[in-house]
């Protein structure tokens, strides 16, 4: 944000910032045209996607550290030409250096470019003269967040820094970074001439609870012995409850129960929080639970775009079409529930090209007429109906994919590509689906289920543009592997998060990801 007040206040460019997914893309797009130099990092379909977020990753840490891809090739050059270590390198100074290329080319400059191009204007015009300046909620600093430091601790008439820390010598190895960020502050001072003074802030002003502060005070400190430890009052044991279950179901209803029992106590449910370690693995039975006993509960996790049915449904019918419409693709399809096929239409659909075997150019020629009870000439009243059914099912089915089929192959770039990707959408009518799909989930109380359904559509037309304008449209149209590869990358890149529906309910999150206030 401080780079967006300096370029606004001082003037330059404001550059444009990339999501996790569009950086993933355009390191695919990167690999694919890199492909033929590199000598290690090779895979031998070239659309490995983990060596795509494996490579995306490296470039990030390298850039957080302030270490260019010109530097990396410097630090190599010593080793060996047939060391293994220096073939891998050479491809990384490779790939990194021409990814930064390709996102200063689409957005103007790279993040670390926007820091040192603050600190610059900071520099100059005095930015933080007659201030006062207070830094907090860090464990460590960037190289490049370390100049705007600089910039600060020079300019600025007074600076605090808070670190999590009761000392600067404090011992255990979960303190490392922080004593290392100590160090480098202490240093920065040192450089700079300017006078410090370490503040250690006593007592714990969170809670009033004796129990809560002694276990703030002493779950680091090992040396102490049992019997050194806090003994909680009687009037104080409530403070901190430890409850074991023999399961996951029996641990979350005796969780549930406690609620009651705050929430009857006087305690609103909107001061109350589950934390556990990881969503996923509760998603299905703490917020059952919470809702068996008509607790109003946030689940706050984010939700995979691939997960949903309307980006299973683009990545679905490219498959159909790539490999020939095979059966149970097309069925897969179908189950999508957003091909306008009603679900006993689809029975009689799915029994019917299972029991004829029928794929390829079977699935796409004229209305069938092969009697569903197999090899006799009556046709019974049940045979009948299964037959229209499935050709009902066939035409709703099978026409819109054709055209997408046709579309695709008379397209000359990813952007044109795309286009037909949103006709298909458009003739399918998803939006209007996903619209009618969030009222009625709103309709039956599902309000979280309901926001992202709402704004799934947007995402998924997000992506078509992300695709379309961040691959090169001068390459021509990628082959439709290649098209399912970066749609798949896309969706699986990214979240779908929510707020909570309502103000008073019990909020259900991760450790390393929910925040309670």
Same mark, same amino acid.
């Given at each position: 944000?401080?780079? /967006?007040?300096?370029?606004?206040?001082?003037?330059?460019?404001?550059?444009?910032?990339?999501?996790?997914?569009?950086?993933?893309?355009?390191?695919?797009?990167?690999?694919?045209?890199?492909?033929?130099?590199?000598?290690?990092?090779?895979?031998?379909?070239?659309?490995?996607?983990?060596?795509?977020?494996?490579?995306?990753?490296?470039?990030?840490?390298?850039?957080?550290?302030?270490?260019?891809?010109?530097?990396?090739?410097?630090?190599?050059?010593?080793?060996?030409?047939?060391?293994?270590?220096?073939?891998?390198?050479?491809?990384?100074?490779?790939?990194?250096?021409?990814?930064?290329?390709?996102?200063?080319?689409?957005?103007?400059?790279?993040?670390?470019?926007?820091?040192?191009?603050?600190?610059?204007?900071?520099?100059?015009?005095?930015?933080?003269?007659?201030?006062?300046?207070?830094?907090?909620?860090?464990?460590? /600093?960037?190289?490049?967040?370390?100049?705007?430091?600089?910039?600060?601790?020079?300019?600025?008439?007074?600076?605090?820094?808070?670190?999590?820390?009761?000392?600067?010598?404090?011992?255990?190895?979960?303190f490392m970074s922080v004593r290392d960020t100590i160090r480098r502050l202490s240093r920065l001072c !040192?450089?700079?001439?300017?006078?410090?003074?370490?503040?250690?802030?006593? $007592?714990?002003?969170?809670?009033?609870?004796?129990?809560?502060?002694?276990?703030?005070?002493?779950?680091?400190?090992?040396?102490?012995?049992?019997?050194?430890?806090?003994?909680?009052?009687?009037?104080?044991?409530?403070?901190?409850?430890?409850?074991?279950?023999?399961?996951?179901?029996?641990?979350?209803?005796?969780?549930?129960?406690?609620?009651?029992?705050?929430?009857?106590?006087?305690?609103? /449910?909107?001061?109350?929080?589950?934390?556990?370690?990881?969503?996923? !693995?509760?998603?299905?039975?703490?917020?059952?639970?919470?809702?068996?006993?008509?607790?109003?509960?946030?689940?706050?996790?984010?939700?995979?775009?691939?997960?949903?049915?309307?980006?299973?449904?683009?990545?679905?019918?490219?498959?159909?079409?790539?490999?020939?419409?095979?059966?149970?693709?097309?069925?897969?399809?179908?189950?999508?529930?957003?091909?306008?096929?009603?679900?006993?239409?689809?029975?009689?659909?799915?029994?019917?090209?299972?029991?004829?075997?029928?794929?390829?150019?079977?699935?796409? $020629?004229?209305?069938?007429?092969?009697?569903?009870?197999?090899?006799?000439?009556?046709?019974?009243?049940?045979?009948?109906?299964?037959?229209?059914?499935?050709?009902?099912?066939?035409?709703?089915?099978?026409?819109?994919?054709?055209?997408? !089929?046709?579309d695709l192959k008379a397209a000359a770039s990813p952007e044109e590509q795309c286009r037909a990707l949103?006709?298909?959408?458009?003739?399918?009518?998803?939006?209007?689906?996903?619209?009618?799909?969030?009222?009625?989930?709103?309709?039956?109380?599902?309000?979280?289920?309901?926001?992202?359904?709402?704004?799934?559509?947007?995402?998924?037309?997000?992506?078509?543009?992300?695709?379309?304008?961040?691959?090169?449209?001068?390459?021509?149209?990628?082959?439709?592997?290649?098209?399912?590869?970066?749609?798949?990358?896309?969706?699986?890149?990214?979240?779908?998060?929510?707020?909570?529906?309502?103000?008073?309910?019990?909020?259900?999150?991760?450790?390393?990801?929910?925040?309670?206030?």
């Open positions: 944000r401080l780079c /967006y007040v300096t370029a606004d206040r001082y003037g330059g460019r404001t550059y444009a910032t990339l999501t996790r997914a569009s950086k993933t893309l355009l390191m695919w797009r990167n690999l694919r045209e890199l492909r033929a130099l590199m000598k290690s990092y090779v895979t031998p379909a070239g659309d490995d996607t983990s060596l795509c977020r494996m490579m995306l990753d490296i470039s990030t840490e390298l850039s957080v550290n302030a270490v260019s891809p010109a530097a990396l090739e410097d630090a190599v050059k010593g080793l060996p030409d047939d060391s293994p270590l220096k073939k891998k390198a050479g491809d990384i100074v490779l790939v990194t250096s021409a990814y930064e290329g390709l996102v200063r080319e689409i957005t103007g400059g790279v993040p670390s470019d926007r820091m040192l191009r603050a600190a610059e204007q900071i520099r100059a015009h005095d930015f933080f003269k007659g201030a006062s300046v207070y830094v907090d909620s860090f464990t460590s /600093y960037t190289p490049e967040e370390y100049l705007l430091l600089r910039q600060m601790f020079a300019g600025a008439d007074n600076v605090t820094v808070t670190v999590a820390a009761e000392s600067r010598t404090v011992g255990d190895s979960a !040192e450089d700079l001439g300017t006078e410090w003074e370490d503040v250690i802030l006593t $007592g714990n002003h969170r809670t009033s609870s004796p129990t809560l502060c002694a276990l703030g005070r002493e779950l680091w400190d090992f040396s102490l012995t049992p019997d050194q430890r806090f003994k909680p009052d009687a009037d104080d044991h409530d403070a901190l409850c430890m409850i074991s279950a023999p399961n996951a179901y029996e641990e979350a209803h005796a969780a549930v129960l406690h609620i009651g029992e705050l929430h009857n106590a006087g305690i609103p /449910y909107d001061r109350i929080a589950v934390v556990v370690r990881d969503t996923a !693995e509760w998603k299905g039975i703490l917020d059952a639970c919470l809702d068996e006993y008509h607790i109003p509960c946030f689940l706050s996790d984010r939700t995979g775009l691939a997960d949903k049915p309307a980006a299973r449904l683009l990545l679905l019918a490219l498959r159909c079409i790539r490999r020939g419409y095979q059966t149970g693709d097309v069925i897969s399809l179908a189950k999508t529930g957003l091909c306008g096929v009603g679900l006993a239409d689809l029975d009689a659909f799915e029994e019917y090209v299972e029991t004829w075997r029928i794929k390829g150019s079977r699935m796409t $020629g004229g209305p069938w007429n092969m009697n569903p009870d197999g090899y006799t000439i009556e046709k019974s009243n049940r045979a009948s109906a299964i037959l229209a059914a499935a050709n009902r099912a066939r035409k709703t089915l099978i026409e819109p994919l054709v055209k997408l !089929e046709d949103f006709g298909y959408l458009t003739r399918l009518k998803v939006k209007q689906q996903m619209a009618g799909l969030a009222r009625s989930l709103l309709s039956a109380g599902h309000v979280k289920e309901a926001g992202e359904t709402v704004r799934l559509w947007s995402f998924i037309i997000r992506a078509l543009a992300d695709l379309s304008i961040l691959l090169a449209p001068d390459e021509g149209a990628l082959s439709l592997d290649d098209l399912s590869a970066a749609l798949s990358i896309l969706f699986e890149e990214t979240d779908i998060g929510s707020v909570p529906g309502r103000h008073d309910c019990v909020t259900v999150g991760s450790a390393s990801t929910v925040r309670l206030e």
